[in-house]
């Protein structure tokens, strides 16, 4: 695209943006991403967030960068950009945030990690991704596995397999159950996070994702902050919870949930693939047609989760960075 403008707004029409999003999303294959747009217009109020809009001879948005100061010092970013928009164009637009974010201070430049972004990933590999490495950003992840994004694109067609209704039958019978919990199990769902992710939790594991469990707690006890029924869902020994999948949510066309989790005593007893199906089937009567998950390249969940419709879209787990300071 010869003819491109470049130039920096502060509030973009939320459609034009959205479009555009969906766009170079879907021109990677990657059409479950979305923004989360309440939050988008939060930060982009926020003076230490920038907006750079690339528009055609007439006018039309084709490309979007978004930049980002956090309180570390710590530049945040990202690009999005139709088909016909990438080569000169997305090089002039991040040009432009490069040089923004090193007058503001920055001491280095992180793709994605922007606040009202669900999903933040670099697809390993991907045109995406290669395009930020020709312009001097490296990968910087903690790990060199690779996280594997998965997605049921078509849960309105989803039905729980014959074999995992066999399964929670045989389950019934030894007292397991599975729903929202509602006021009378609230405190055995608040004893089941502090017995899971509390303090003490993290301190005698050596579970390499243990860093996270705090947070697995707090959403739990946030989520018994509402109105029973509870938007997790769980298992149940007798009216005890043994297992969860929360918070769930649904609301335009999509489903999410936290992290599914089976105490260790209750394991090998297929509640976790009962569980994470029946949580899906919710889902889906709450209207969800499209669910992304994204999981450890060794967590042995992926079998559930395949077996429960999903599907590899592309491989994630790069933190791709540039150091301002030795450019």
């Given at each position: 695209m ?14 034009r ?5 969906n ?24 003076d ?45 637009m ?18 994605g990690?922007l ?8 697809g390993l ?7 930020f ?9 903690y ?17 729980v397999?014959?074999?995992?209704r ?8 030894e007292?397991?159950t599975f729903g929202r ?9 608040a004893?089941?996070?502090e ?15 243990r ?6 707690r ?14 997790i869902?769980c ?11 929360g918070?769930?949510?649904?609301g ?6 936290g992290?599914?989790?089976?105490m ?5 007893r ?17 209207g ?7 999981t ?8 559930i ?5 999903f599907?590899?879209r ?14």
């Amino acid at each position: 695209m010869r003819h491109l403008s470049v130039r920096q707004v502060k509030l973009p029409g939320f459609t034009r943006l959205s479009r555009l999003m969906n766009s170079a999303f879907a021109h990677t294959g990657v059409t479950f991403i979305r923004a989360d747009h309440a939050r988008l217009r939060g930060y982009l109020a926020d003076d230490r967030c920038r907006c750079w809009a690339a528009c055609g001879p007439r006018g039309a948005l084709c490309a979007f960068a978004i930049a980002y100061l956090a309180e570390d010092g710590t530049g945040c970013i990202d690009l999005f950009a139709v088909p016909e928009a990438t080569g000169p164009g997305a090089e002039r637009m991040l040009a432009c945030v490069e040089r923004y974010l090193g007058r503001r201070g920055a001491h280095s430049i992180r793709v994605g990690c922007l606040p009202f972004m669900r999903w933040t990933a670099v697809g390993l590999g991907s045109p995406r991704c290669l395009f930020f490495l020709d312009h001097g950003y490296r990968n910087r992840a903690y790990s060199l596995n690779p996280q594997p994004y998965m997605v049921n694109a078509a849960v309105q067609r989803f039905r729980v397999p014959p074999r995992v209704r066999q399964w929670q039958k045989a389950l019934a019978r030894e007292g397991v159950t599975f729903g929202r919990p509602i006021a009378k199990h609230k405190r055995s769902a608040a004893d089941f996070a502090e017995t899971c992710f509390g303090e003490e939790a993290v301190r005698k594991s050596d579970n390499p994702f243990r860093k996270y469990w705090p947070n697995y707690r707090a959403q739990i006890l946030k989520a018994l902050e509402q109105g029973p029924p509870y938007p997790i869902f769980c298992a149940f020994d007798r009216d005890t919870v043994i297992g969860y999948v929360g918070p769930i949510r649904a609301g335009e066309g999509r489903g999410g949930f936290g992290h599914p989790y089976v105490m260790p005593a209750y394991r090998g007893r297929k509640i976790g693939v009962v569980l994470f199906n029946l949580c899906v089937d919710l889902l889906r009567r709450w209207g969800a047609e499209v669910i992304p998950l994204s999981t450890g390249s060794e967590n042995t969940a992926q079998e559930i989760y395949a077996g429960a419709g999903f599907t590899y879209r592309f491989l994630g787990g790069g933190s791709l960075q540039k150091n301002l300071r030795r450019c």
